[in-house]
Nanobody, 123 residues
Framework: QVQLVESGGGLVQAGGSLRLSCSAS????????MAWYRQHPGKRRELVAA???????NYGDYVKGRFTISWGSAKNTVFLQMNSLNPEDTAAYYC?????????????????WGQGTQVTVSS
């Protein structure tokens, strides 16, 4: 089993930046894809950014050029650097690990998920 712990969320003004962190523990040798998803109240979760075990990256269209996903040096940690934040980025952000479907925005309950961290952007 894999456990994920997220940190870095908070309140920021429009135009500001945040850096989210996700650390994995447990059966981490089986991890092929890690990703960040977000969920607005009353809406389905959506892909923010994903990274594969060989370093391929996939971003949601609404964050391209503003957000960057990267592996930590130990490859059991991923970061999401978020720049030029706007109020539409306000959401609960979740770290995920598991199947390749995560890479394409098709994460499910069969994957592993963190507890979520709230990002709120004020205008």
């Amino acid at each position: 089993q894999v456990q994920l712990v997220e940190s870095g969320g908070g309140l920021v003004q429009a135009g500001g930046s945040l850096r989210l962190s996700c650390s994995a523990s447990g059966s981490i040798s089986s991890i092929k894809t890690m990703a960040w998803y977000r969920q607005h109240p009353g809406k389905r979760r959506e892909l923010v950014a994903a990274i594969s075990d060989v370093g391929d990256k996939n971003y949601g269209d609404y964050v391209k050029g503003r957000f960057t996903i990267s592996w930590g040096s130990a490859k059991n940690t991923v970061f999401l650097q978020m720049n030029s934040l706007n109020p539409e980025d306000t959401a609960a952000y979740y770290c995920a690990a598991g199947a390749v479907a995560l890479y394409y925005g098709l994460g499910s309950d069969n994957d592993y998920w963190g507890q979520g961290t709230q990002v709120t952007v004020s205008s």
